[in-house]
């Protein structure tokens, strides 16, 4: 069975510029999460889609952070305009059902560094 | 609201020795209890999870962790530690009302000493 997938693996960027991230979760998990981990600390839910709807977005900066999730498969995680401190690991997870008993099975990551 | 400390940030060990990771959580009833492993370069991986019953769990990779709580805990255990341990670990606690998330704490970094 395949893993959840992420790319990039690695990003460099200047400050105010834009990035994005994207991810495919195992195959049939209808649930999928975005999570930021800044170094030296766990990981922090951003945003929790439930098939292409959005069920938990109260710690994204909706400012400047957007996700989508389009056809309830892969999802796109993206900054605009990024900042020094979203430098961080984003991680992305998929489970087969919702609610906090559920495994979640995680991606590699992505790694940012903003300059 | 559910929260979770890590009180050792770094802990180092003898291969071969035992070893006990710390968590200890907030949160009004018994929760959704979970240790997470993250390798180098690599994704979290789940070692273990309570949600109820016998307070002794049984993880992969041979470790084990026991609910206390009297004294809100879930520390990890193994009863010896191979040079292929060394990670960082993170505990995570999940509200069974409210907030459907996982509060993940702030990590152990296990290194392991040859």
């Known amino acids: 069975e395949a893993g959840v997938a992420q790319s990039p693996r690695y990003k460099i960027i200047e400050k105010r510029q834009s990035v994005a991230f994207w991810c495919n979760p195992i195959?049939?998990?209808?649930?999928l999460y975005w999570y930021q981990q800044i170094l030296g600390q766990g990981p922090k839910l951003l945003i929790q889609f439930q098939n292409n709807g959005v069920v938990d977005d109260s710690q994204l900066p909706k400012d400047r952070f957007s996700a989508e999730r389009l056809k309830g498969v892969d999802s796109t995680l993206k900054i605009q305009p990024a900042k020094l401190e979203d430098s961080a690991v984003y991680l992305c997870?998929?489970?087969?059902?919702?609610?906090?008993?559920?495994?979640?099975?995680f991606g590699p990551g992505t790694r940012l560094t903003v300059t | 609201a559910q929260s979770v400390t890590q009180p050792d940030i770094h802990i180092t060990v003898s291969e071969g020795a035992s070893l006990e990771l710390r968590c200890n959580y907030s949160?009004?009833?018994?929760?959704?209890l979970f240790w997470y492993v993250q390798s180098p370069g690599q994704g979290l991986q789940l070692l273990l999870k309570?949600?109820?019953?016998?307070?002794l769990v049984q993880g992969i990779k041979g470790f084990e962790a026991e609910f206390k709580r009297s004294q809100s805990s879930f520390n990890l255990r193994k009863p010896s530690v191979h040079w292929s341990d060394a990670a960082e670990y993170f505990c995570?606690?999940?509200?069974?009302?409210?907030?459907?998330?996982?509060?993940f704490g702030q990590g152990t970094r296990l290194t392991i000493n040859p």
């Open positions: 195959s049939g998990h209808a649930t």
């Open positions: 949160y009004g009833a018994t929760p959704y």
């Open positions: 309570y949600f109820s019953g016998d307070t």
């Open positions: 995570a606690v999940g509200a069974i009302q409210g907030a459907q998330k996982l509060v």
């Open positions: 997870a998929s489970s087969s059902r919702a609610g906090p008993s559920a495994e979640q099975y």
